[in-house]
C-alpha cells in the first residue's frame, strides 16, 4: 500500500527567484525586490510569502501554512498574525499583491499586476458599535445608528471594504480584543469610538487603528447638535477614508434625518434583522413614516420589513403586505432610484420560479447601490444557485463569507461552496466550527447534520443527535431541521425505510396541493429509480412556484436542483423538462447564461437541446 507523502517543508535555498506581479523575489536572499527597493524579510515570514505565491490563488489552510512554514510545530495564532501583518506591509509599500484572509480557513495570494498598476492593496475594516457614553441605556440604539451610518458612509463613499454590520457589531464593550477581531473578522483595520449627549448636543469620538501592529492611525472628535447626526457621521466617514488614503466618491443627495429619527430607524432595523414581528413594528413603522419622510433609505427598510412580515401573517394577508411593500418600495425609489433596500424589497415580493431575470435585476441593482451588504451578497449566492450557475454563486458565497464573516447563513453558504468545489475536509471543518459557535441554530445544525451524514460521519452525526439536541429542535418545530433529523437517521440506520419514507411523504405533499422539491433530491441521492420520480415530479404543482402568494423558506427553494448531492437528478433527460415547467429554460435562453452542469449532464444528454423542447405541463 503507497502511503500519502508529506508537503515539503519550504526550503528557501533551493527555491530560484521569480517575479510576483511588479515584485521579485528572492527566496535564497530572503529579498523582495520591488520599486527601486530592496526588503529583507525574516525567514519565517519570506516561507510564508513563497507558500502563497506557489499556491497560485488558491486559499492555504491554516495547518498546511503550519506543516510547510514551521515543519508541524504547533504555534499560536499570533506567530501567523505577525507573519500575515509584515506581508500586508510589504503588500502596502509595494503594491506588488494582497494577502486576503478567510476566516477559520486560510489565506490567499492576489497578484497585484503588472509594474504601473496604481491599485493599492485591499483595506478591510471593521466598523465597531460605538461606545453609549450618555446616561441613558436608551440612548444605545443610538450609538448603533451612528456607527451604522459611519459604516455606510465608508462603504458606499469609497472603495475601502467594510466588514458587514452583523458580524462586526458582535464586538461590544470589553469583548473588544484585538487578537480575537483580527481572527475571526480577518480585518486589517478596525474603527472604534463612543457618543456621548447631553441635552441637544452630541460628542462622537473616533479612533483607528492597524490590526497587524495595533499602530493607531487616526483619531479625532466632532461636536455637533442631536437634530443632525448625519454631519457629524460624514466628517468621520472622511477623515477614516483619508487616514486609508482612499479616494471620496460624490455623495449622494443629503436625505435628512432626526437624531429621533435615526433612533427609530434603527429599532426598525433590529427587527427586520430578528425578523421579530409580533405587531410592536407597526408603532416603529409609524414613527419611521412620520420622522423620516424624505429619506429613501427608511422608506426601503419600511419595504423590506413589509414583505417579510408575509412569512409570519395569516395568508388572508399576505396581498396586502406585498401592496404595502411595493409601495413603500416605490416611493424610495421616487426619492433616490438607485436605493438598495427597496429594490430588495421589490426582489422578495417577486415569485420563487418563473420570473428569473426580474429577480437578478431587483439583486444586482442593490447590490450595486449596497456591495457590502452581506445579506445581499447570500441573497446572490443563493439566487445563482438556484438557477445553476455555480460558479457565480460560488463568488457571491466567498465574497459574503469574507465580508460578513459571523452571519451565520454565510458561513454555511461558504462551507456548501467548499463541498460542491469538492473541499469536503474544509467544509466539514467550517461546519463543525459553525455547530461549535452557534449551537442553538437550527439552521447551521441542520446542513452539518445532513452533509455530515452524507459523508459517512457517522459518530459526529450521533453525537449531534443526542436526546437534548432532538428534544430541544423538536420543541422549536423547525421544519428544516426535523427534515435534516430524520434523513440523517434514516441514511445511518436504514436507507432503504428512508426511501421508501421519503416517497411516500412526496406523494402526500402532491396529494395535498405543495411543492416540496427537497424529498425530489433526497429520492434522487437514495437511488429511487429516476423515471419512477419523474413520474412523481410531473405530477407536482410546479406552477404554483410563479404565484408570488407562494411561500418558501431560502433553503426550501430550487437550489436543491443543483446541489452536490443531487447530480444523479440531473442525469436523466427529464431534468431539462423540469427545469422547463419551472421558467429555468426561458431564463437561460433569454439571459444567454446557460447552467454549469452542461458539461456534466453531455454523456446522458444536450441540456441545451432539450431546453428547446415544448412544456409539458400536467
Known sequence: MTRTQAPARIDLAAIADFPLGSARLRPSLREVAANGTIETLEPRVMQVLVLLAQAAGRTVSRDEMVERCWGGTIVGEDAIQRCIGRLRKLADASGAFEIVTLSRVGYRLEVRGSPGDDAGPERLLAVLPFDNLSDSAGFDYFADGVSEEILQAIARGSAIRVIGRTSSFQFRGQGKIVARMAQELGATHVLDGSVRRSGERLRVSAHLMELGDQTLLWSDRYDGSLGDPFTLQDEVARGVIDALHGVLRPAAPAQPVSGVGLDALMKLRRLLDHTSFGGEEEAVIAAVERLAPTSAEAWGIVAKVR?????????SREAQLRAAARAAADRALQIDPHCGAAHQALFMTEPLAGRFLAREVRLERAHA????????????????????????????????YRIDPLRPLNVMAYANTLYTSGLTKQALALMHHAVDRWPNDATVLAITVWTAAVEGEHEFVRALLRADWRQRFTQLKHPLMERAVQAAEGILDDPRRLLGETRRRLESAIEAGRVELGLVGLLAYLGMELDALYDLVDRAPLA?????????????????????????????????????????CDYWREAGRWPDCLAEVAPFYDLKAQATLPVRET
Not at 414583505?307 to 395568508?315: D, G, H, L, T, V
Not at 418558501?552 to 447530480?567: E, Q
Open 307 to 315: 414583505a417579510s412580515q408575509r412569512w409570519s401573517a395569516e395568508p
Open 544 to 584: 404554483q412556484l410563479k404565484d408570488p402568494s407562494t411561500l418558501l423558506g431560502p433553503l426550501d427553494g430550487l437550489s436543491h436542483l443543483f446541489l452536490r448531492v443531487n447530480r444523479r437528478l440531473r442525469e436523466s433527460p427529464r431534468f431539462a423538462g423540469l427545469c422547463a415547467r419551472l421558467g429555468l
Open 369 to 400: 447601490a449596497n456591495p457590502e451588504d452581506g445579506e445581499l451578497l447570500w441573497s446572490l449566492y443563493l439566487h445563482y444557485l438556484s438557477v445553476g450557475r455555480l460558479e457565480h454563486s460560488a463568488s457571491m458565497a466567498e465574497e459574503a
